[in-house]
């Protein structure tokens, strides 16, 4: 009977131990059954693409203000264009202050020298090039190799984020984590989308965080303020004086012209459409021989200038050098000039 009550004892107490083994595979089952097992090998496209990604994230505001600024000096310089109807494109190209082309050529640049030492870093670095595994669960990201493992718990990142390809978990502005989506089936792509939204919850930045991008935003809005202010001629006032002979010279006001064209040619002695209006309004004086010189000089500082060749003719023609005229009526039509062709019927006969 004793012997019947210690069996009855140690089958319940084994049964009591089998159960607890069961929870416990069925805990551990259900844990592992939340945790995302992904592996795969870092390519080098994957490697250029998270270095751009991660750079656009970082340089967002000066990024957007860039483009911005862009976008303004050419509407700027499109208005400015549209406003001087008797400068052709090559007189108002050859205008431009040289550093404004800068703003232009800065980011191919800029994108050049990330991608090549990308290229790089990635041939370098061993360690990134051999296969790892992610385990991915609600508590954190492990990534495990043939070398390292690394555990990083939620709490530890500040944020992240998710492009076309990747995956960017960001544990400081300089310490990224990348976790590229072809690891990943889409149903996996879901699940690590839904892990991190709830995992990681966005830190608030300092003022220190903000000290860089404002650097930036003063250096971007000054080269704009720079570039409206070269704007043209390379030399505002000078472009003032010049708009505002043009008006006088189409409401017949040439004496009111000539001097502005002249403090024009003053501020900006390398302004080819200056000397070419001011020798029209000097054939209107009567002035032939001084159109002449003028148009010459407009011809020398931009010999694309078809409109200055047209003025030359005139002059040449007006002075009795009826071949000179007409080379010059024939180069103007060469470079475009549509009203040189009639003056070829008229005066080269």
């Keep these: 009977m004793l012997y019947q009550q210690y069996y009855f004892l140690w089958h319940i107490l084994s049964l009591y131990l089998s159960l607890k083994k069961i929870r416990g595979n069925c805990i551990q089952t259900c844990v592992m059954s939340n945790t995302i097992e992904i592996s795969g090998q870092i390519t080098r496209k994957d490697f250029i693409r998270f270095s751009f990604v991660a750079l656009r994230k970082k340089l967002f505001l000066p990024i957007m203000l860039y483009v911005v600024g862009v976008l303004i000096l050419i509407v700027f310089y499109a208005v400015s264009f549209f406003e001087l109807p008797s400068q052709n494109i090559g007189t108002m190209v050859k205008q431009i202050d040289p550093t404004i082309y800068s703003v232009f050529v800065f980011p191919v640049v800029f994108c050049f020298i990330i991608y090549f030492s990308s290229r ?157 209006n001011r020798g029209y309004a000097k054939a209107m004086l009567h002035n032939i021989t001084g159109q002449l010189e003028d148009c010459s000089k407009a011809i020398a500082l931009d010999s694309n200038y078809a409109n200055a060749y047209l003025g030359l003719g005139y002059a040449k023609y007006s002075l009795g050098d009826s071949t000179g005229a007409c080379e010059a009526f024939q180069k103007a039509v060469a470079l475009g000039d549509k009203d040189a062709k009639a003056q070829i019927g008229k005066y080269c006969k």
């Excluded at 989506?181 to 690590?192: C, I």
């Excluded at 080269?223 to 004086?241: D, M, T």
């Excluded at 189409?250 to 040619?265: Q, R, S």
């Design 120 to 276: 790089y870093a990635f041939s370098r670095d061993t360690l990134i090039r051999k296969k790892r595994t992610y385990l991915i669960n609600e508590e954190g990201i492990s990534c495990v190799n043939e070398n390292s493992n690394s555990r990083i718990p939620w709490q530890d990142a500040q944020e992240w984020m998710e492009s076309k390809q990747l995956f960017l978990v960001f544990l400081s502005s300089r310490n990224v984590f990348p976790i590229p989506k072809h690891f990943m089936n889409a149903d996996e792509v879901d699940k690590v989308r839904d892990i991190l939204k709830t995992g990681i919850v966005k830190k608030k930045k300092g003022i220190s965080a903000w000290i860089r991008p404002m650097i930036y935003a003063v250096i971007i809005i000054g080269a704009v303020w720079y570039g409206i202010e070269s704007a043209g001629n390379g030399n505002g006032k000078a472009r003032q004086y010049y708009e505002e002979g043009y008006k006088k010279d189409l409401a017949g006001d040439y004496k009111g012209a000539l001097e502005l064209f002249n403090k024009a040619i003053k501020e900006d002695p390398t302004m080819a459409a200056a000397y070419n």
